[in-house]
């Protein structure tokens, strides 16, 4: 079967830096992929490439069978949760949904089925700029997958935020996965990797893949390596 999304030799220039230096992805339906990388090794750089929200310097992706730099069309089915705060601020919560699922042709069932399920009903009424971080990423997660998206793209999910919040959006992305979704999620936290099918590790600007317990195991290995190497315990 055609993979859902692939990269060909991706190269990104940034500021005369090149961030990206030749990263090769094919990425089957149904997959969760993390791309790791510890900080500014250029995880967001490749999700807003995917994204369609960055050109990029040399290489090629499609998604769907379609080449991005040519059509637009994939953008349809994709859904995006970005790192940084992208909702409107001013606007409630109840207003956000409604603007996005009006211009996403997101059906009233979808939204009233996410606003249940990701428990949003409390958070309606609030304005999106007060929300505590795992309240922001709940309604950002109910915006992206408005409209029935095929692709998921999230940059550090469920980072830094209440418990209670993670296990949600988890469960959410379980579900996206099961009815057929691809997810493909930027982390920086190698807790998180059983959640995934498969590990893509950026590092130098070129991506090594792993299963999430062979990735687990090289952190650790790595982690004692510099612990070896600065005198601290091994353990
Ligand atoms: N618009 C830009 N112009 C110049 N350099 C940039 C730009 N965006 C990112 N960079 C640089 O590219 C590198 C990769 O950044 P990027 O944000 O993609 O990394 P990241 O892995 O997502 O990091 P983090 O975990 O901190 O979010 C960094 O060195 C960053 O400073």
């Known amino acids: 079967m055609q993979p859902v999304i692939k990269a060909h030799d991706v190269v990104q220039v940034l500021n005369k830096k090149t961030v990206l230096k030749g990263i090769n992805l094919e990425v089957p339906a149904g997959e969760a992929l993390g791309i790791f990388g510890t900080r500014g ?4 750089t490749l999700l807003h490439l995917l994204a369609g929200i960055d050109q990029f310097h040399s290489g090629r992706v499609e998604i769907l069978g379609m080449d991005i ?21 001013e606007l409630k919560v109840a207003e956000n949904l409604d603007f996005i699922a009006t211009l996403r042709g997101g059906s009233r069932a979808v939204l009233g089925q996410l606003v249940k399920s990701l428990e949003l009903n409390p958070l309606l009424k609030e304005p999106v700029s007060t929300l505590e971080d795992g309240a922001y990423q709940r309604v950002a997660l109910a915006c992206a997958l408005l409209g029935d998206p095929k692709i998921l793209l999230a940059d550090e ?42 590990i893509a590790w950026l590092t130098d600007g070129q991506l090594t893949f792993y299963r999430p317990e062979e990735a687990v195991k ?14 601290e315990p091994h353990d």
């Open 41 to 44: 090794t250029g995880k967001t």
């Open 69 to 89: 730099q040519k059509d637009n069309a994939y953008k349809k089915h994709l859904g995006l949760v970005t790192q940084e705060r992208s909702l409107f601020r």
């Open 157 to 198: 999910l469920i980072r830094d935020i209440d418990f209670y919040s993670q296990r949600l959006l988890l469960k959410i992305v379980r579900q996206f996965l099961k009815e057929g979704g691809t997810f493909v999620c930027g982390f920086s936290q190698m807790d998180y990797a059983g959640q995934l099918n498969r």
């Open 218 to 231: 090289e952190w650790q290995r790595q982690f004692q390596e510099i612990n070896r190497q600065s005198g």
